[in-house]
């Protein structure tokens, strides 16, 4: 992120009105600018990612995370921890149109995560929890280090899950930048260990 557009990256994150459009089962299936075929594309692209993030949650390389598992509901995602259930629900939302703007996928809240537009269409597709901040197609293996990499912020609470914590989070960014950032050292170590994962099934580098 060029260090120049900071301030006016976190102010205007933090004051951006918050249009949203959930990003589930039921509201790809009520879709009308969708084929059939397209829907049912898009939640299997859905579906094998979470295979896949199941996988590795359950493997000896998962090590930041429960080892628990995903679940696709009508709603959205829950993960089912040994101990307690996370709720891990999809919006693309103005403030994650925003986070697109500047090269970032996502942004953790306290119940999920936020998106943005990456790609014309319907928003409960066009965005970029389906796609790259450039446009590409991801993959169930990109999906599911997405996935995962939200869901860390939850799970060690850390990142923009509440007001006092969001002040911190840009006010260290604006200050010190992205790199290094501390509320995503756990994250970053979850993308490590799952790309662990994926190079022993011979899976990464994920195209």
Same mark, same amino acid.
């Given at each position: !992120?060029?260090?120049?557009?900071?301030?006016?990256? =976190?102010?205007?994150?933090?004051?951006?009105? +918050? =249009?949203? @459009?959930?990003?589930?089962?039921?509201?790809?299936?009520?879709? &009308?600018?969708?084929?059939?075929?397209?829907?049912?594309?898009? *939640?299997?692209? #859905?579906?094998? +990612? *979470?295979?896949?993030?199941?996988? %590795?949650?359950?493997?000896?390389?998962?090590?930041?995370?429960?080892?628990?598992?995903?679940?696709?509901?009508?709603?959205?995602?829950?993960?089912?921890?040994?101990?307690?259930?996370?709720?891990?629900?999809?919006?693309?939302? @103005?403030?994650?149109? *925003? =986070?697109?703007? %500047?090269?970032?996928?996502?942004?953790?809240?306290? #119940?999920?995560?936020?998106?943005?537009? &990456?790609?014309?269409?319907?928003?409960?597709?066009?965005?970029? %929890? $389906?796609?790259?901040? @450039?446009?590409?197609?991801?993959?169930?293996?990109?999906?599911?280090?997405?996935?995962?990499?939200?869901?860390?912020?939850?799970?060690?609470?850390?990142?923009?899950?509440? %007001?006092?914590? @969001? !002040?911190?989070?840009? #006010?260290?960014?604006? $200050?010190?930048?992205?790199?290094?950032?501390?509320?995503?050292? !756990?994250?970053? !170590?979850?993308?490590?260990?799952?790309?662990? $994962?994926?190079?022993?099934?011979?899976?990464?580098?994920? +195209?």
């Amino acid at each position: !992120m060029i260090s120049r557009w900071r301030p006016l990256w =976190c102010a205007a994150l933090l004051l951006a009105a +918050s =249009c949203s @459009t959930l990003v589930a089962p039921r509201t790809i299936l009520a879709e &009308s600018d969708l084929e059939l075929t397209q829907k049912e594309d898009f *939640l299997a692209q #859905w579906e094998v +990612s *979470l295979d896949v993030a199941n996988a %590795f949650l359950q493997s000896e390389h998962n090590q930041s995370l429960p080892k628990g598992q995903y679940e696709l509901r009508n709603d959205g995602m829950i993960l089912r921890g040994p101990d307690r259930d996370y709720e891990v629900t999809v919006k693309k939302t @103005t403030m994650g149109g *925003l =986070c697109a703007t %500047f090269g970032y996928p996502a942004q953790e809240r306290s #119940w999920g995560f936020v998106v943005g537009s &990456s790609h014309r269409g319907p928003a409960v597709v066009a965005n970029t %929890f $389906f796609y790259s901040v @450039t446009g590409k197609r991801r993959n169930p293996e990109m999906l599911a280090e997405l996935i995962l990499h939200e869901t860390a912020h939850q799970v060690h609470d850390v990142g923009t899950l509440r %007001f006092t914590r @969001t !002040m911190h989070y840009y #006010w260290f960014s604006l $200050f010190y930048g992205y790199g290094g950032h501390p509320d995503e050292a !756990m994250p970053v !170590m979850v993308n490590h260990e799952y790309r662990s $994962f994926l190079r022993e099934r011979g899976d990464w580098p994920a +195209s």
